[in-house]
């Protein structure tokens, strides 16, 4: 499963979204994308503000564009920081917003590139929040 097409397609999608990414002030750009329960990719991007601590990640860019579309049930993530020589997790809050909607093995893939890309899982970067089942579907 760890080397699967279908999680080499959702990091490269990833990686293009970053391309968009909009963070002037750190130039460390980063993609996300989502992997929906029934098979379609919505994808994510940083953007940054000259008021610095407005900024949102693209792991939560990515959830609020799914479910402002309506769309719930995310069975993994994948996020790419081309701008960094290591993988890079997703920050604490993003944790908290992921663990609202995804279960506790999800996928979650993080790294520079994909050949780089550490395979880890909500449990493992969000521990004892199990009880929580509302929206993970
Ligand atoms: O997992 C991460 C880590 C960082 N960032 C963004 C926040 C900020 O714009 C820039 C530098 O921290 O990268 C993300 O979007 N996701
Ligand atoms: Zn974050």
């Not at 990515?62 to 290591?86: H, Q, R, W």
């Amino acid at each position: 499963m760890e080397n699967s097409i279908e999680y080499k397609e959702l990091f490269e999608r990833a990686l293009e979204a970053a391309r968009s990414a909009y963070a002037p002030y750190s130039k460390f750009r980063v993609g996300a994308a989502l992997l929906l329960n029934d098979g379609e990719i919505i994808t994510g991007v940083n953007v940054e503000n000259r008021s610095f601590g407005l900024t949102n990640c693209a792991e939560r860019s990515a959830v609020y564009t799914a479910v402002s579309a309506g769309k719930l049930g995310f069975k993994a993530i994948a996020i790419a920081t081309p701008d960094s020589e290591y993988p890079v997790s997703p920050c604490g809050a993003c944790r908290q917003v992921l663990s609202e909607f995804m279960k506790a093995d999800a996928p979650i893939l993080f790294g520079p590139v994909f050949e780089k890309a550490i395979y880890s899982s909500l449990s493992e970067l969000y521990p004892f929040d199990a009880l929580h089942e509302l929206a993970k579907s």
